[in-house]
């Protein structure tokens, strides 16, 4: 049985270079503290926190003084940087640049949307961190739409600006844009270019992933995706294998691996989402190459 590790897994960029800080900041201070977990990880949060990397949220942050805050990939509010002043903390700002760069969209569309009575709408999950720094861009009005009845919450009279949390899945995104469409439609009776703008502001990173995913799970036989379970970037790859092999299962790690999803099978592929670590892949691998060597898993 072949088991490979699909190349394009892995951290991205944004998540890379946030670790990559902890790591550097870490080597001159006893202790670090983190807005937030540094990744949608819980094994690669753990590995940190035995180098003292201190996760804290919000409202700790606000008790604390005189020390150093790594901002996270995910990105911030406004208040967390006036937090940040008053206390007399230095941020070691790891924000994603794609992030940061959708921030001040947002912010620029939601002037623009205050100047015409509109309103913004962001795809994401409601409380992701990712979410909360892009709706302080809009004193906290925007309208966070995940499911088809958070609808509800949009006056399909006025005119909407569409952003997107930059982890969801490309095909939501724009399954939701047209649900939005046909509601201006039915509000309206029509609809032109002032009623909807809609700006597909998802990372290329994440959704250059989906067509590679498809065809990895195509060509194995089966597929173990691990992931941390809070990772919305996750969840959405995960789906994306699952709809072109049955056989792909989602674990966070080794310990999650059942010896009878194996049986049979020539060829098992490895994947992860952009908060996953390669360490752990390999872990994955090897665990699954050691039950093959002992024998223990079912051939056909």
């Not at 951290?11 to 807005?35: H, Q, R, S």
């Not at 700006?199 to 290329?204: A, F, H, K, L």
């Not at 995960?238 to 674990?251: D, G, L, M, P």
Request: hydrophobic share 35%.
């Amino acid at each position: 049985m072949q088991v490979t590790i699909d190349k394009n897994s892995g951290y991205c960029f944004g998540v890379e270079f946030a670790i990559k800080m902890a790591e550097d900041e870490m080597e001159n201070e006893n202790t670090l503290y983190c807005l937030g977990d540094i990744v949608h990880n819980d094994m690669e949060v753990r590995r940190l926190s035995q180098k003292g990397l201190v996760v804290i949220d919000r409202d700790q942050l606000k008790t604390i003084s005189n020390c150093k805050v790594l901002i996270r990939a995910h990105g911030e509010p406004p208040e967390t940087y006036r937090t940040a002043i008053e206390n007399n903390i230095e941020l070691i700002d790891a924000s994603c640049p794609v992030v940061l760069k959708l921030q001040h969209r947002v912010k620029t569309a939601f002037d623009k949307m205050e100047r015409e009575e509109g309103q913004i709408v962001i795809y994401g999950k409601k409380g992701h961190a990712e979410v909360i720094g892009l709706t302080g861009q809009t004193l906290e009005n925007a309208v966070v739409v995940m499911e088809e009845s958070d609808l509800e919450q949009v006056d399909f009279t006025r005119p909407i600006t569409l952003f997107s949390q930059t982890t969801k899945s490309t095909k939501g995104f724009y399954e939701l844009k047209s649900k939005i469409e046909s509601r201006i439609i039915q509000a309206k009776g029509a609809m032109d270019e002032v009623d909807f703008n809609a700006n597909d502001s998802i990372c290329r990173q994440v959704s250059n992933r989906e067509p590679q995913l498809k065809r990895f799970s195509k060509e194995n036989d089966v597929i173990i995706f691990v992931s941390g379970k809070k990772s919305s970037n996750g969840k959405a790859l995960f789906q994306v294998c699952k709809e072109q092999n049955e056989r792909s299962y989602f674990v966070e790690n080794e310990q999650e691996l059942c010896r009878d999803w194996f049986t049979g099978a020539n060829s098992v592929g490895i994947c992860g989402a952009t908060s996953t670590p390669m360490w752990l892949m390999q872990q994955v691998m090897d665990h699954i190459n050691y039950w093959e060597k002992e024998n223990l898993i079912e051939t056909i």
